[in-house]
Structures are given as structure tokens and as C-alpha cells.
């Protein structure tokens, strides 16, 4: 019973040594591996989120569109990262993201004041080949985060689906029908060799466009001689109608395969819509004001009669190859004027030039 007491003595002093001895141990006290209550910590880490094209597929004419805009203005981009800063500092960091074997690097800088988030839009250049690429095809976008010491703090790769270049998105009531401008390509050398074919078609053998010095009347006269001179080459040259839209990826129900005017007149072959952006591609050089219109099932070609006019001389292009000029006018007349307005969609090709919409490569 007397050992069991000095024992229990000893263990006293020796515990009551150990919870006196850090008193004197200096200020080593984190290497003695002492129990401390974990706090929490002052520096949150900032989170990301990175998405690409629409649901993961890529559309060319999107990504063309947008690799044209100014950073800092872009509406919507190839690729997004949202950068969320929860801490209490200013984050400074470099963003890089590029489409492998597709696309340039594009590198923005990130400025976050504490507490915010931004989505920073990325729309790297791409290689010529995603234009000359037609079917729908995998590839994988990279996003690299680092300090401005360029320490790596954030890696991510993202399958993605490239849609081929002649794929166009419409979106929910053609939202985003503009973007038919960038098929009409007025500078292609197809484009041009058809209206060296056109001129011989003119009485004077010209093709002026718009000669604002005559009256609006002389003006009109004349844009339906320059008109009938394409659809005849058009004609001549066999342009005829074959469908040909299928297209293979999501969003099947708007979108569509619309051929640009090269590969239509290459081939002589030409659906509606197809033959729309022809058209206009023809008109557009001209430096006549063109349009493309586009209602339920269907699609027509159209130029402004004159300078300044508020009128339009429309055409069904579909009759192109088995039809005369006059049928091709009065088929788009009847066509538009059983239609409601809101089942209409014009695009004109200045205005969407003139919101930063550009022929395709």
C-alpha cells in the first residue's frame, strides 16, 4: 500500500514538472508538437468553374464572332471561367486557356476585389483548320490558373465537341438569326467569277450596284436588271436545288447545315437558305444592301431597290434553276404576303456587319 502511495507521489512531480516547464521553454513551443485548438483559416481559397461552347459544343461561327470582339466586350465566349474571390485581399492572377491542336493561347489578367465573382469570357483564335473542318469532331479545351509569380494554383482540361463550320445554331425562335451574315461572303472568288458571268447578262455589260446620282425610279430599274442578270448566270451556271441540312450533335431541332456560297456554286448545288447567302454574298459585293429572310420552313434572297428606299425586290432563289427570274419575284411576293409579321425574320447583312458579325474564313 506504501509503494502504491510513493509511486502515485512520483507521478505527481513528475506531471506537475511537465505543466510547469513550458513557462521557461522560450518560443519553441510549436516544435515541442503541443495540442493547440485548430482555427479557422483567414484565407479561403478563391473557386472556379470553367464551361465551354453551348451545353460543351463549339460552333465555329460563334467562336469566329467572338475571337473578333474586344475582351472587354464580349457577350458571351468560347470558353468561361468564373473566378469567385471569398477572401478579404485583392486576387491578382493570369488566366490562360487554349483548344488544343485547334486554337491560340488567350491570356487574361485577373483583378477581384474580396468577396466578388466574375466570369471572364475567352475566345482564343482559331486555325484555319475548325474552318475547313465539316463534321462534328472531339477535342479538349485547357485552363491553367497561376499567381502573379506564376506558381500554377489551378489546372482543369474539358472535353469538347467542334461542330463543323457549316453548322449554324438558330436558337429558340431565331434568336440568333443574324449570324447567317457571317455565311454571306462577298470577297470569295466564286462570289466574284459569278458576277464576271452576270455582266454579260447587262445591256452596257456593268454591274454598278447602287448609281445614287439617278432617281430612285432609274436606280430600281436598274437593280432589277443587275438582279435578273444573277439569277440568269446563277442559271446558266446550273445551280440547282438539293437539301442537304443534316447536321449531327445536339440542338438538332435549330440547327441546321447551311453551305457557304463557295461550296454551293462549286457543287451546283444549292438549298434554300444556301441560296439565300449566295444571293447576298452577290449583292453584298455590289455594295447593294441585302438582306436574308427567313420564315417557317422556307428562306428568300432580297436587295434594297435603291439607295435610301424603304423598298425591297425579294426572290424565292429556290427557283433558281427551274424557273424564269419573274416567277422567282412573284413566287416570294405571294410566299411573304400570306404571313404573319412575327413569323418573318429579315436579317440585314449592314446591320449585322455593323454589330461586328463578319464573313467566315
Request: proline share 5%; charged share 20%.
Amino acid at each position: 500500500m506504501r509503494l502504491f502511495v510513493k509511486l502515485s507521489s512520483w507521478a505527481c512531480l513528475v506531471l506537475l514538472f511537465a505543466l510547469i516547464t513550458p513557462a521557461f521553454a522560450g518560443d519553441n513551443s510549436a516544435d515541442r508538437g503541443e495540442l493547440r485548438i485548430p482555427t479557422a483559416s483567414k484565407h479561403p481559397e478563391p473557386t472556379y468553374k470553367v464551361e465551354a461552347g453551348m451545353d460543351g459544343e463549339i460552333y465555329p461561327v460563334f467562336a469566329n464572332y467572338a475571337s473578333l470582339q474586344r475582351q472587354n466586350e464580349r457577350s458571351f465566349g468560347v470558353i468561361s471561367v468564373k473566378v469567385s474571390n471569398p477572401g478579404d485581399t485583392l486576387l491578382r492572377q493570369r488566366i490562360a486557356v487554349k483548344v488544343a491542336g485547334w486554337s491560340d493561347q488567350e491570356i487574361q489578367l485577373v483583378e477581384l476585389a474580396p468577396g466578388a465573382s466574375k466570369v471572364y469570357m475567352f475566345a482564343p483564335t482559331f486555325l484555319p483548320r475548325l474552318y475547313h473542318n465539316h463534321e462534328i469532331t472531339a477535342a479538349t479545351a485547357e485552363v491553367s490558373i497561376t499567381d502573379m509569380a506564376g506558381h500554377s494554383v489551378y489546372e482543369n482540361t474539358l472535353p469538347v465537341r467542334l461542330r463543323s463550320s457549316e453548322d449554324m445554331y438558330w436558337g429558340k425562335d431565331f434568336r440568333y438569326a443574324p449570324f447567317i451574315a457571317s455565311w454571306v461572303t462577298p470577297h470569295d472568288l466564286h462570289v466574284e467569277s459569278v458576277l464576271g458571268h452576270a455582266k454579260s447578262y447587262m445591256a452596257d455589260h456593268r454591274l454598278p450596284g447602287y448609281e445614287t446620282w439617278k432617281s430612285l425610279d432609274q436606280q430600281e430599274q436598274e437593280t432589277y436588271g443587275e438582279a435578273r442578270a444573277i439569277f440568269t448566270a446563277l442559271k446558266r451556271l446550273g445551280l440547282s436545288y438539293v437539301k442537304s441540312s443534316t447536321t449531327f450533335g445536339d440542338h438538332k431541332s435549330v440547327s441546321e447545315r447551311v453551305r457557304m456560297p463557295r461550296v454551293s456554286l462549286g457543287q451546283s448545288s444549292a438549298n434554300c437558305i444556301d441560296a439565300a447567302v449566295t444571293y447576298a454574298s452577290l449583292f453584298e459585293n455590289l455594295g447593294m444592301d441585302a438582306t436574308v429572310v427567313i420564315v417557317p420552313g422556307h428562306a428568300y434572297a432580297g436587295v434594297r431597290v435603291a439607295h435610301g428606299s424603304p423598298k425591297f425586290l425579294f426572290l424565292d432563289v429556290a427557283l433558281t434553276g427551274r424557273s424564269t427570274f419573274a416567277a422567282a419575284v412573284a413566287s416570294a411576293e405571294k410566299g411573304l404576303a400570306r404571313l404573319a409579321p412575327g413569323s418573318v425574320t429579315r436579317v440585314m447583312i449592314q446591320q449585322a456587319r455593323d454589330s461586328g458579325i463578319y464573313p467566315m474564313p
